[in-house]
């Protein structure tokens, strides 16, 4: 089966067309990040139109890359996210089967970024905990198969990303502040400045990383205004964030007795969060698997791909667009 895929649920288009038995044959990505640095962030309504500026040009050429075939269904993002934008590609992408007379699925977000990895080589097997780390979200999910998903433990506050977004602008770092945070953070000393390593301290695999904004602002104000203590202050946050999440996925790991950990969304592609991962999952005899860091962000093809498997499996998948959708709402394909 071919499926085009379809994904706007925020400040990325992105597209792409993926075949049940050629694999992935075309993909395009567009990024917003310059309509939106001059507010320092996301401007919903703006983002709504550029998505229907953006989404029939890059829809026909990835058409064309993908090549003849006969298209067996079209699969959109219904959610999470933000609902101006998900109505976009879902008005786009429920016209488009209709003329096409294929079905059509609606896809959750975090499930295609859970399933990204799949479009690897060589793929994790089921069962595998999962990180989901990015601008919106911070999850521990335990896999056992498509559909079959259990929250272990999530953020009660700002997500990884978010935090990063917030911390960069303290630091007067452009948008998108995540990325500029990290190249600041390798010139800066480790151990400089020290901060607290969130709910690492009491059991459980929840998360909370708005403490650590007022953490660094607190050490913003008695400390020199110099590059080189900017660059300090950047990699202790990032020590500090990367070890947490190290921490609370060792700890999912062990208690679950899983030996397989996929990491997904944005921040899944940090340098310095995958070198201890890697480090970490070595030493408990574990393996990790990454998506390649063009699919760590919104992407058309992980919404391709798991809108492939549920299409495939003749379940009627359409669903209604929603800014919150629990992951564990979800049902396996039949």
């Known amino acids: 089966m071919r499926v085009l895929g379809v994904e706007t649920s925020c400040d990325e288009t992105g597209v792409a067309v993926y075949d049940s038995e050629q694999g992935l044959l075309a993909h395009a990505l567009y990024s917003q990040v310059r309509l939106h640095a001059e507010y320092g962030g996301v401007v919903p309504e703006l983002a709504s139109r550029d998505h229907v500026r953006k989404l029939l040009p ?6 064309q890359a ?32 209709y003329a096409w ?17 799949m479009l690897e080589t060589p793929q994790p097997e089921f069962p595998f905990v999962a990180l989901l780390v990015s601008g919106g979200h911070t ?19 700002d997500a990884a990303g978010e935090a990063f ?45 708005s403490g650590l904004k007022t953490a660094v602002l607190t050490a913003m104000r008695s400390a020199a205004g110099d590059e080189q203590t900017r660059a300090d202050l950047a990699r202790g946050f990032e020590e500090a964030v990367v070890e947490t999440l190290v921490i609370k996925c060792e700890r999912a790991l062990r208690e679950t007795g899983q030996r397989r950990l996929v990491v997904a969304g944005g921040v899944g592609a940090n340098r310095r969060l995958r070198t201890r991962l890697t480090e970490m999952t070595a030493a408990l005899g574990a393996l990790v698997f990454y ?16 809108g492939c498997l549920r299409l495939k499996s003749g379940q009627p998948a359409d669903a209604p667009v929603a800014a919150r959708w629990p992951l564990d709402s979800l049902t396996p394909p039949s």
């Open 291 to 306: 998506p390649r860091a063009e699919f760590c962000t919104d992407n058309g093809a992980m919404i391709a791909y798991a």
């Open 58 to 63: 890059m829809v026909e050429a990835a058409l």
């Open 66 to 97: 993908a090549g003849p075939g006969q298209m067996g269904g079209v699969a959109y993002t219904a959610g999470p996210g933000l609902v101006g934008a998900l109505l976009v590609g879902a008005c786009f992408a429920r016209s488009l089967a």
């Open 165 to 209: 977004d917030k911390v960069a602008k303290l630091l007067a770092l452009p948008y998108p502040g995540g990325p500029a945070l990290a190249a600041l953070a390798e010139r800066g000393r480790s151990g400089a400045f020290k901060f607290p390593r969130p709910m690492t301290d009491r059991p459980g695999l929840d998360f909370s990383f």
């Open 139 to 157: 999850m521990l999910v335990e896999v056992a198969g498509v559909g079959r998903y259990h929250t272990l433990g999530e953020s009660v506050d």
């Open 101 to 117: 007379g294929v079905p059509v699925a609606g896809i959750h977000h975090m499930e295609g970024h859970l399933l990204a990895p």
